[in-house]
């Protein structure tokens, strides 16, 4: 099954995108700001991450940054 970590400070949005990729038969994991995302990167090692760009305590470009430096999170789509 493929995994989808979807990382944005919108929790409705969060909620809207696990209920429709669910219904679709991904696996979803959320992640409701950027540090926590890219913890859940580095651990869950999803097959693509969806990411919003204007969040408060990094915004998805730093997010990006963070995740394309390590070597575990690197090659993961965004």
């Known amino acids: 099954m493929n995994v989808i970590l979807a990382i944005d400070d919108d929790t409705v ?3 809207l995108l ?3 990729l669910s219904e679709r038969r991904y696996r979803v994991m959320t992640a409701d700001a950027g540090k926590k995302g890219i913890d859940t990167a580095k ?3 999803p ?3 969806l990411l919003d760009i204007k969040m408060p305590d990094m915004d998805g470009f730093d997010v990006l940054k963070e995740l394309k ?3 575990i999170t690197n090659d993961i789509p965004v």
């Open 69 to 71: 430096k390590d070597e």
């Open 13 to 15: 949005s969060l909620k």
């Open 18 to 20: 696990d209920k429709q």
């Open 47 to 49: 097959d693509i991450i």
């Open 43 to 45: 651990t869950l090692n």
